[in-house]
């Protein structure tokens, strides 16, 4: 990867430049148009010979047979790590949304659905937002209801006062008493876990010690690993993925077919977004750096948020690499803080 001490101070001023106007225009970036700039001082022949480096090194390129010059990958992540000057949200935005997060009779769902909404509004690209991830949430309360023949109803409350229901089938017929001394030991020994570390200590306290539990912790640990086995499928809430028909980059038939078929078909999406979740910060991914095929002309520019300080999901804006970062980046870190904040308030 080339860094910013292998440019002198001309051609990185130079590249940054030529990155700002492409961005803002979207047309290849030319030698008379740079010498313009008041603060390159630099002929048009200059400009031609610096330009040529910079495609010899790998950080532009010219897309046809015009004289204007585009950022590659690499120009655009020099740009972004070294380059980039990132913009602060202005009062008027940072006002809207946390009047739209933090609305004190939003359930969790909808906040998750404004957070993509507004991604994409603001934006005018594309919104994403995993759904908390069940597995990192922590169990509040659980109650077992019994239904016909062996079938139990399960009603559980997670973090964030999400309440889950789900059908059991169990190997025996329960009675009300039967249950509700499972749910009691239940909440006493695992309320408060996460969902993943409740499966594992059931499956551990399964097997060890089975002698010396009775029969009711038995059948209580028997129910929750009937509740808990299956892991939740993750998901995610898109928003404005239609405004990426308006770009000129994007608007390719076949490259918008691979992109929806990429958001219709959600395992590798969240396989792409789960790479954030561990990471601290705004996570930035520019083209083919993805290793998606789909968002080879796309940059996702991520950041995670946290529930009770524990990192549960993910949120971003999907775009053209053609975007304007300073503005892009900044935005998606304060909404998942936010977005953090409202859950937290649930």
């Known amino acids: 990867m080339i860094k910013n001490q292998d440019l002198n101070e001309r051609s990185l001023y130079l590249l940054k430049t030529l990155v700002e106007r492409y961005i803002q225009d979207g047309q290849p970036v030319g030698s008379r148009v740079l010498s313009k700039d008041p603060k390159l001082k630099l002929s048009p022949a200059t400009i031609r010979n610096v330009m ?13 047979t015009s004289a204007g010059r585009v950022p590659t990958v690499s120009g655009y992540r020099l740009f ?58 922590a169990l509040r309360h659980i109650e077992f209801l019994p239904m016909s023949n062996t079938r139990v109803l ?21 009675g009300p ?46 129910m ?43 395992r590798g999406m969240i396989h792409l977004l789960d790479q954030c979740l561990q990471a601290e910060g705004v996570q930035i991914f520019i083209g083919e750096e993805s290793g998606y095929r789909a968002f080879d002309h796309c940059s996702l520019v991520t950041s995670s948020y946290s529930i009770n300080d524990e990192v549960v999901g993910v949120l971003g804006v999907i775009g053209p690499t053609r975007m304007a970062y300073e503005k892009v980046i900044p935005f998606v870190d304060v909404t998942a803080k936010l977005l953090g904040a409202a859950l937290n308030s649930k």
């Open 177 to 222: 008493a039967e249950l509700q001394q499972a749910a009691n030991y239940l909440n006493s020994v695992y309320a408060g876990r996460s969902l993943s570390k409740i499966r594992e200590l059931i499956l551990s306290d399964m097997e060890h010690d089975r002698n010396q539990v009775n029969q009711g912790m038995i059948d209580a640990m028997t």
């Open 80 to 137: 972004v790590n070294s380059l980039l000057t990132v913009k602060p949200l202005e009062s008027q935005e940072l006002d809207q949304l946390q009047t739209s997060l933090l609305a004190e009779n939003d359930e969790p769902a909808d906040v998750l659905n404004k957070a993509s909404k507004l991604l994409s509004d603001v934006t005018k690209m594309a919104g994403v937002v995993t759904l908390p991830r069940r597995e990192l949430v």
């Open 52 to 64: 040529a480096d910079l495609e010899d090194m790998g950080l532009i390129h010219s897309p046809h």
């Open 224 to 266: 929750a690993q009937l509740t808990f086995a299956e892991k939740p499928k993750d998901d995610y809430v898109l928003s404005g993925e239609t405004n990426l028909m308006g770009f000129s980059e994007l608007s390719d038939m076949e490259r918008l077919k691979q992109l929806f078929e990429a958001f219709s078909q959600k």
């Open 154 to 174: 399960v009603i559980f409350v997670t973090d964030g006062q999400e309440v889950h229901n789900k059908i059991i089938h169990t190997d025996k017929l329960y």
